[in-house]
């Protein structure tokens, strides 16, 4: 991973895109009294460098997603890997990361019915060779919540790299 | 709170294109979906007003200088838990926070700059709050798949 050395100017232009990415480089290069041109060029190094994305976020029962469950998975340790990826690879996962704790395995989703979420967890997850045990715990009211800062990965990078 | 708004087929598909290009312009979502441009501003503006849509920049933890992402369960005892979750909500370190069912009480994630500000977090700052009887991390150490597209989105402030 790549140690972000970010300055001011990078700061004012994640913030203000943080806001509405719509926005133009020249509203944007007027506002921060600088060139379209810096504007055009700082953007594209901080998406190549990982640092930003572009994206739309929707509320809770746009689509049929309105619950979050936290699902922890023993796993092999030999292959952790292959599992963890074959569990990411999952449509319906939205996050999922290797970790070390009482799980190797923690994965995110949204899910709108119960019956959908047993279907992901004990049909899906759980038929995952390597797979050993899946513990589900679901998100009943959110206290707390940032969707404006993330892990950009590797696969958003790839989906990013248009234009 | 009556919610009655809704969307078609159109709308998602627009959604769908600003998800992986949150960027492009309304002319190319129309072209891509065979729409006119005024359609897709339309579209894009009626979702927005209503607090249903956002298109916005994600930047990366490291992008704010955080490197250690880890995972805490929290068991309480003899507080509510949706207070000490409240209270814990209010460190900066403390990026999400969720009351959650089954064997712990909230769910939270945490993160640092590195792990030497891991003592400070757990010892003096978490160990202050009443009510905390256990704390169970989990560290990330690889992340694969980070895709939280759906969230509460605020209303959007006049600024």
Known sequence: MIAAQLDDLDRQLIEVLARDA????????????????????????????????????????????????FIGIQANVENV??????????????????????????????????????????????????????ETSIAVKTMKYNARVVRITERDKSIDDGD | MSDDFSVDDVDLAIVEQLRSNGRATNQQIANNLGLTAATVSTRIRRMEDADKLRVVAVSDFSAHGYNVLMELAIEVDGRPASEVAAELAE?????????????????????????SDLPTLLLDKFSKVRGIRSMMPAIAVDVLKYKFDVAPLEARSPQ
């Not at chain 1, 009294?33 to 810096?38: C, L, Q, R």
């Not at chain 1, 449509?91 to 019915?113: H, K, S, Y």
């Not at chain 1, 047993?118 to 045990?133: K, N, R, Y």
């Open chain 1, 81 to 134: 890997r292959d599992v963890a990826a074959r569990i990411a690879d999952i449509p319906q996962i939205n996050a999922l990361m290797i970790t070390m704790g009482r799980f190797n395995i923690l994965a995110f989703c949204l899910f709108d019915t119960l019956e959908a979420l047993i279907e992901l967890t004990s049909d899906q997850i759980l038929a995952i060779p390597g797979v050993h045990h899946v």
């Open chain 1, 22 to 69: 719509r926005v133009s480089n020249r509203k944007i290069a007027g506002d921060l009294g600088v060139t379209e041109g810096t504007v055009r060029g700082r953007i594209k190094r901080l998406q190549q460098d990982g640092l930003i994305a572009f994206t739309a976020i929707t509320s809770f029962g746009l689509s049929n997603t309105s619950k979050m469950a």
């Open chain 2, 91 to 115: 460190f900066p370190e403390v990026f999400a926070a969720h009351l959650v069912t089954g064997r712990y009480d909230i769910d939270m994630l945490v993160v640092l700059r590195d792990f």
